[in-house]
């Protein structure tokens, strides 16, 4: 049976289904791998705005408000390297990201450009909102304190940049069009879920 779709979640985020409870525990087991998973995806996160600045650069708001967050991202990069050799750990190796390709396979590859457009911003958005979700149940499931904390601050940060890519589609495109298309992917994202097998050794 599903577990119920938390106000909190639907409210913030417009996700329509929370992360399996399971996911800490089995987190908690394997803090080494989440946090080399947590860094690969700061280090695309940050690639991928650079991307969207050099594919349309004539998009002047939205290179100025990616530019920091180029900056930002690679920063949090720094930071989980850092708590994994305070922990005598390396970086693992960069594994398949089966959630976004998942993701992107619901991408309008042809068509008009600002429908292609349109699906890159709300790809990223969604990606942002599910780590934020994910980095809550860190800062309130694990057991170590500091790691709580750690989350904590990767969360609202990610709240933030979720809030950015909804904004930068409206500022460019109908906001009923990137209303409708929201819900489109917010639909395809709980089929995605519920396909997942729940892991502990991956951020998503």
Known sequence: MDAPVSSEVKNILGLQLPTDPRWVDLAAISIADILSDHAYCEQKA???CISLIQRYPDKTLMVKELAP???EEW?????????LEKRGEQLGRQRKDEYVNHLLTFQKKGG???DRFLDQLLTMAMIEARSCERFKRLSEGLQDEYLRKFY???MESEAGHYKLFIELAEHYIDKEKVRKRWAE???AESVIMQQLTVRGDRIH
Not at 75 to 83: D, S, T, W
């Open 69 to 71: 967050i180029v900056t």
């Open 46 to 48: 940050a690639t991928t």
């Open 75 to 83: 920063g949090h990069f720094r930071l989980v390297l850092q708590e």
């Open 112 to 114: 008009h450009p600002e």
């Open 185 to 187: 992917w917010l639909d």
């Open 152 to 154: 904590r601050r990767f």
